[in-house]
T-cell receptor, first 111, second 116 residues
C-alpha cells in the first residue's frame, strides 16, 4: 500500500520545470507532500484533499485526482533552494490512519 | 521549544544492546508518530499515539520494538537486543489533532542509530 513515486531522481538547471508523480493502488482521502534536505527533518509543503484541489506554495503547486488515486507536484522555474528529496504521503479513505510515504524523488537543481 | 525535539541526535550501539530514543513533540500536539527511515528510502510508519493512547502499532517490525507516551507528551521508542538491520534514522512527528484530515506533520530531525 506504499504509494509509488516517479521519477526516482530529477536533475534540473535553475529556471527549469519539473513534475513529480505519486500514485496508489488504494482509494485515498488525501495526499500530502513533504520536502527533506540532506540530514534534516522533512518539511510540510501542502495537503491535497479529495475533490481535485490544487494548492500552491511559492512556485510549487500540486493536483490530486482521487478517481485515479494520483497526485502530481509541479515545480515551476526551479530555484537552487528546491533541491532535496520530495515525499508524497497518502492517507487512506479512513480516518485515524497515519500517513504512508513513498520512497521519494530526489531533485537536484544547479546554477 | 518551538519544534519537535529528538535525542540523542546520533546513537551507536553494539549488537544486542538496548537503546531508548526520546521525542519531545510540540507542546499541545495531540498526535505523535514514529517513523523509521532507511538510507535513501522514505519514512516507514512504526506507531501512532493520540495523547497517551497507542492507537496503531502495526508498523513495529518485531516485539523488540516498544513505544510509550505515558503522560501524553514526551514519547520514548525502545529497541531491545538491537540488530544491524535496525540501523536507520528514527523520525518522530507530531500534529495538533488526531491523525488524518488536514493535519500536517511536524517532524523532528531524527535520531540516527548505527548498530555495529
Amino acid at each position: 500500500q506504499q504509494p509509488v513515486q516517479s521519477p526516482q531522481a530529477v536533475i534540473l538547471r535553475e529556471g527549469e520545470d519539473a513534475v513529480i508523480n505519486c500514485s496508489s493502488s488504494k482509494a485515498l482521502y488525501s495526499v500530502h507532500w513533504y520536502r527533506q534536505k540532506h540530514g534534516e527533518a522533512p518539511v510540510f509543503l501542502m495537503i491535497l484533499l479529495k475533490g481535485g484541489e490544487q494548492k500552491g506554495h511559492e512556485k510549487i503547486s500540486a493536483s490530486f485526482n482521487e478517481k485515479k488515486q494520483q497526485s502530481s507536484l509541479y515545480l515551476t522555474a526551479s530555484q537552487l533552494s528546491y533541491s532535496g528529496t520530495y515525499f508524497c504521503g497518502t492517507e487512506r479513505a479512513r480516518a485515524g490512519t497515519a500517513l504512508i510515504f513513498g520512497k521519494g524523488t530526489t531533485l537536484s537543481v544547479s546554477s | 521549544g518551538a519544534g519537535v525535539s529528538q535525542s540523542p541526535r546520533y546513537k551507536v550501539a553494539k549488537r544486542g544492546q538496548d537503546v531508548a530514543l526520546r521525542c519531545d513533540p510540540i507542546s499541545g500536539h495531540v498526535s505523535l508518530f514514529w517513523y523509521q527511515q532507511a538510507l535513501g528510502q522514505g519514512p516507514e510508519f512504526l506507531t501512532y499515539f493520540q495523547n497517551e493512547a497507542q492507537l496503531d502499532k502495526s508498523g513495529l517490525p518485531s516485539d523488540r520494538f516498544f513505544a510509550e507516551r505515558p503522560e501524553g507528551s514526551v514519547s520514548t521508542l525502545k529497541i531491545q537486543r538491537t540488530q544491524q538491520e535496525d540501523s536507520a534514522v528514527y523520525l518522530c512527528a507530531s500534529s495538533l489533532r488526531g491523525a488524518g484530515r488536514n493535519e500536517k506533520l511536524f517532524f523532528g530531525s531524527g535520531t540516527q542509530l548505527s548498530v555495529l
